[in-house]
């Protein structure tokens, strides 16, 4: 069974553009969720997706949006992208949630802000 | 304020030997605490998952307690492999009205020969 895929590995941005970043979950898991790691911050909740609804949110800027498709792939939106936003973003599936099911990890896809 | 934290920051041990690694958080209602080891460069694999009723739980060497009293876990490795070098994170999930996840800033552990 595949496992979660994150494309691209790599990015590399500039100050004020924007970026999507793609997660494709494994086969049959319904719920999507995001997160950024960094050196400082460490790892922290952006959102989930379920069954292409939010359900959860953590404390980032409206700068940062997503969305899930009907075949629950979900996309990862950051505009007007600022130096601290280089980081390594995560995203992780479940069958239905976060709240009590473990979580597969995808392996990244590491942004770089010039 | 809810939080998890970790220690030590860093650990260095030689092969074969046992290590145990804390958490302490003070995330409240929570519905279950989690230990992820992540290798350099790669995503988070999941090692437990306890509830707040449960007190111990394995996963081969590895096992994670848990005093929902004194909230307080750890994750204890036995006979380390070379393997084990990587980054442990304890992961709680608040579940007041929504369910969020609050993470440690993990332990560095380095397995020597």
């Known amino acids: 069974k595949a496992g979660v895929t994150q494309t691209p590995r790599y990015l590399i941005k500039t100050r004020g553009q924007q970026v999507t970043l793609s997660c494709s979950p494994i086969?049959?898991?319904?719920?999507v969720s995001w997160y950024q790691q960094t050196p400082g911050q460490g790892l922290q909740f952006l959102f989930e997706?379920?069954?292409?609804?939010?359900?959860n949110k953590g404390n980032f800027p409206g700068r940062f949006s997503g969305r899930q498709f009907s075949n629950s792939r979900s996309e990862m939106n950051v505009s007007t992208l600022e130096l601290g936003d280089s980081a390594l973003y995560l995203c992780?599936?479940?069958?239905?949630?976060?709240?009590?099911?473990?979580?597969?990890f995808g392996d990244g896809t590491r942004l770089s802000i010039l | 304020k809810n939080q998890v934290e970790q220690s030590p920051q860093s650990l260095i041990i030689l092969e074969g030997k046992n290590c145990t690694l804390q958490?302490?958080?003070?995330?409240?209602?929570?519905?279950?605490l989690r230990w992820y080891k992540q290798d350099t460069g790669r995503g988070p694999v999941s090692l437990t998952i306890?509830?707040?009723?449960?007190n111990t739980k394995s996963n081969g060497r590895y096992t994670a307690t848990l005093d929902a009293d004194t909230k307080q876990s750890s994750l204890h490795i036995t006979a380390s492999q070379l393997s084990d070098s990587a980054s442990y994170i304890c992961?709680?999930?608040?579940?007041?009205?929504?369910?969020?996840?609050?993470f440690g800033a993990g332990t560095r552990l380095a397995v020597h020969p």
């Open positions: 992780a599936s479940s069958l239905e949630g976060v709240s009590n099911q473990p979580q597969h």
């Open positions: 086969s049959g898991h319904r719920s």
């Open positions: 997706y379920f069954s292409e609804t939010q359900r």
């Open positions: 958490c302490n958080y003070t995330v409240s209602p929570f519905s279950n």
């Open positions: 306890m509830t707040f009723s449960e």
């Open positions: 992961v709680v999930i608040f579940s007041g009205g929504y369910n969020k996840l609050i």
